[in-house]
């Protein structure tokens, strides 16, 4: 049985964007506008010239470029990115086209609150190399008819963790990988709103 909505913490999300950003867009939509009552409390990205980090600075959310550039080391990148995640007090990391893996603490401290969002159906077109146009260009090529949208929880690995949520989209005859990017990334940004709608509700745990 769900909790009852007094009883379930606020969303305090963070999020890593490494380009666009349109999916966070998305969600920061969705909070300003009280489809969601998550509140975004920071935004981290790997590219300090990425659209996301531009988005989050017109937004008011607090950015930050954190990346080798500033961390040469992984394990201090690791501990740099945890250490604002901590100081911003987030609760649920949402992943919003991020293309490096996290580091072994961040997952470790955010077991299980940590969300990815995939441009097909995993298991099939995942893993490391296919994120961006080669996850299109890889369905095209196999000549599947349908390809999709996945939302699930990070561990340490590429593209793997419990599937929370799944839509289809239809493949056509006519596809470029840019058509159907396109596609694509319109159900992405419908169903990362949704999947947060349900967290909210109680009507999706997290595994
Ligand atoms: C999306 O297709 C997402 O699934 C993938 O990278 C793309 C990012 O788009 N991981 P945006 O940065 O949210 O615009």
Do not use: W
Request: include cysteine.
């Amino acid at each position: 049985m769900p909790l009852p909505s007094q009883t379930r913490p606020a969303l305090r999300l963070g999020f890593l964007a490494s380009h666009g950003g349109s999916n966070m867009q998305a969600i920061l939509d969705a909070c300003k506008d009280g489809r969601l009552t998550a509140e975004p409390e920071v935004v981290i990205s790997n590219n300090s010239g990425s659209h996301a980090l531009a988005r989050a600075r017109r937004s008011g959310v607090p950015a930050y470029h954190l990346s080798g550039k500033t961390h040469p080391k992984l394990d201090d990148l690791d501990a740099a990115i945890l250490d604002v995640l901590h100081r911003h007090e987030v609760n649920l990391v949402i992943l919003a086209g991020y293309v490096r893996l996290l580091g072994p603490k961040t997952i470790a401290t955010y077991q299980r609150r940590i969300l990815n969002i995939h441009p097909a159906l995993l298991p099939s077109f995942g893993g490391k190399g296919l994120y961006g146009p080669a996850v299109h260009e890889a369905v095209l090529a196999a000549g599947d008819s349908v390809t999709g949208v996945t939302i699930h929880v990070v561990d340490e690995q590429f593209d793997r963790g419990p599937i929370l949520a799944q839509v289809t989209v239809p493949v056509e005859k006519n596809d470029t990988t840019e058509s159907l990017a396109g596609r694509v990334l319109a159900q992405e940004h419908l169903l990362f709103v949704e999947t947060l709608q349900q967290i909210e509700r109680g009507e999706l745990e997290l595994p």
